[in-house]
């Protein structure tokens, strides 16, 4: 029979329950000890008796299937679970940080704040969604960081893993969430939409910015459905200290239809990462509300929004990858040169939601100081960028979808990794040097970046003067295949 009281002294499955952590409308939280899992871990419990909502037992549910199913840095580390038939359960490690929840007593905040934590944020949800799960309950009390500072999600109890039955969609016909964060979508009953995610965390970047949610806090589904024609006012118009790129990611997010939003939280990302990159249209001059004959236009006749099925929503994710094309504007080689345009070129035809990163990387003494002018004074750094811009002239690829990058390191190979892995790149394309003596005794840098590059891996060579050699690919464990011709 399962209890439906327990409390601090309590044993549970070799589990001691210590003090009580939290007390939530839908579950406790108690610290507990196990002699054969060390460190601080946390017991989640439904609360369940007379009264209770059957949407906590089926949310628990959910939590015992998916949280098992997914790790890294940005979720809670699983350690142990209980079924309804016996004690339902759920332990998991206990991070020291705190959730966003206490800084909603000091809003708005700066500027630099948000962009801040929203930049972990759309990291790990990049994180996340490559885990084919959909959290559609983000809000600052379920966001928390550790020490190392990297977010952590918590709370699955809403979410959607797209490998397993959703048994919140199966059983229940009122959509569920946290009123104020809830994406259009979703209140039309879609739970499978990893854009979702990003609609809630533009409503957190606005409030944050604000100081007021943009849609309230409606409780009734006609409210809700408000922000199906209703546009929030600007940022700007509450808190002119927002920038106008800021004002652009924030609106992008807020987009009614998905297909109007960034495509993946990594695209999100990587503009948060460099507000200078962002491309502004007329969401960042936006100064005030659509006037009411726009909205009741929209009342009338509502814009069709994307509503996806579960299949299309990983196909969306694999349609909008980050593309890193790395550049050696040194290279002597025009073959090689035109040889990786064509290259990008071919990824940007194929893929029309891909983000194109060109990046050089400006090798920097390792112990003496170099000079960041050249002889006629001018920025080396500035000159590259543009360079760069210069260089990537002839892709055709629409403003916004790429953006332009050099980096100063004293391992060209290394830093093209860290790039790579800070800003969830899907794919790197890269130039290879022709044979010479000191690459034969140095090794080469496409090499040591294809052998640990945590995506896959282009690298384009020139056979004589015209001819391409095959391009091949490798993934994390280094493994090489032949995957055509560049």
Same mark, same amino acid.
């Given at each position: 029979m399962i209890r439906t009281w327990i409390e601090e002294g309590d044993v549970v499955d070799g589990f001691t329950l210590g003090k009580l952590a939290h007390t939530g409308g839908m579950a406790k939280l108690f610290e507990v000890t196990h002699p054969d899992h060390p460190g601080p871990l946390l017991m989640k419990v439904p609360r369940?008796?007379?009264?209770?909502?059957?949407?906590?037992?089926?949310?628990?549910?959910?939590?015992?299937?998916i949280l098992p199913r997914i790790s890294g840095p940005h979720v809670p580390r699983f350690v142990a679970r209980g079924d309804f038939s016996k004690q339902p359960y759920i332990v998991v490690e206990r991070l020291p940080g705190k959730s966003l929840y206490p800084l909603l007593e000091r809003l708005p905040c700066p500027q630099p704040?948000?962009?801040?934590?929203?930049?972990?944020?759309?990291?790990?949800?990049?994180?996340?969604?490559?885990?084919?799960?959909?959290?559609?309950?983000?809000?600052?009390?379920?966001?928390?960081?550790?020490?190392?500072?990297?977010? !952590?999600?918590?709370?699955?109890?809403?979410?959607?893993?797209?490998?397993?039955?959703?048994?919140?969609?199966?059983?229940?016909?009122?959509? @569920?969430?946290?009123? #104020?964060?809830?994406?259009?979508?979703?209140?039309?009953?879609?739970?499978?939409?990893?854009?979702?995610?990003?609609?809630?965390?533009? !409503?957190?970047? @606005?409030?944050?910015?604000t100081g007021r949610r943009p849609f309230g806090d409606p409780q009734r589904?006609?409210?809700?459905?408000?922000?199906?024609?209703?546009?929030? #006012?600007?940022?700007?118009?509450?808190?002119?200290?927002?920038?106008?790129?800021?004002?652009?990611?924030?609106?992008?997010?807020?987009?009614?239809?998905?297909?109007?939003? @960034?495509?993946?939280?990594?695209?999100?990302?990587?503009?948060?990462?460099?507000? @200078?990159?962002?491309?502004?249209?007329?969401?960042?001059?936006?100064?005030?509300?659509?006037?009411?004959?726009?909205?009741?236009?929209r009342m009338l006749n509502p814009d069709p929004i994307e509503l996806i099925k579960p299949r299309g929503a990983a196909a969306i994710l694999a349609s909008a990858p980050i593309v890193m094309v790395a550049i050696d504007l040194n290279a002597a080689s025009q073959e090689l040169a035109e040889a990786l345009r064509e290259t990008a070129r071919r990824i940007i035809r194929n893929t029309p939601n891909a983000r194109i990163a060109c990046v050089n990387v400006m090798k920097i003494a390792r112990i003496a100081l170099d000079d960041d002018l050249d002889a006629e004074g001018n920025s080396k750094h500035v000159l590259r960028l543009a360079a760069l811009k210069q260089w990537s002239a002839p892709l055709g690829a629409e403003e916004g979808d790429i953006t332009y990058h050099v980096l100063e390191a004293v391992s060209p190979a290394q830093a093209i990794l860290t790039f790579a892995r800070d800003n969830n790149v899907d794919h790197v394309v890269m130039g290879a040097r022709p044979n010479s003596t000191l690459r034969s005794l140095t090794g080469s840098v496409s090499g040591e970046v294809a052998a640990s590059a945590p995506c896959s891996v282009t690298v384009v060579r020139v056979r004589g003067a015209t001819s391409l050699k095959p391009v091949w690919s490798a993934s994390e464990e280094a493994d090489a295949e032949p995957v055509g011709h560049a």
């Open positions: 369940i008796g007379s009264g209770t909502d059957p949407a906590t037992i089926v949310g628990f549910e959910m939590e015992l299937m704040e948000v962009i801040d934590i929203a930049t972990k944020i759309a990291t790990a949800l990049a994180d996340l969604h490559r885990q084919k799960v959909v959290h559609l309950d983000i809000k600052p009390s379920n966001v928390l960081f550790r020490d190392t500072g990297e977010a !952590v999600l918590v709370d699955y109890g809403l979410a959607r893993h797209l490998e397993l039955p959703d048994l919140m969609d199966e059983e229940f016909r009122l959509p @569920y969430g946290t009123a #104020p964060y809830m994406a259009p979508e979703q209140i039309l009953g879609v739970r499978s939409d990893f854009r979702s995610d990003l609609f809630a965390l533009g !409503v957190l970047m @606005y409030f944050f910015s589904m006609n409210g809700l459905k408000k922000r199906l024609w209703w546009d929030p #006012p600007p940022p700007r118009e509450l808190n002119p200290m927002v920038s106008k790129a800021c004002q652009e990611i924030i609106l992008r997010c807020l987009e009614v239809d998905p297909a109007r939003r @960034y495509q993946s939280a990594a695209q999100l990302a990587l503009d948060l990462s460099d507000l @200078y990159q962002v491309r502004l249209t007329a969401r960042a001059e936006k100064t005030s509300r659509d006037p009411w004959r726009k909205v009741l236009k």
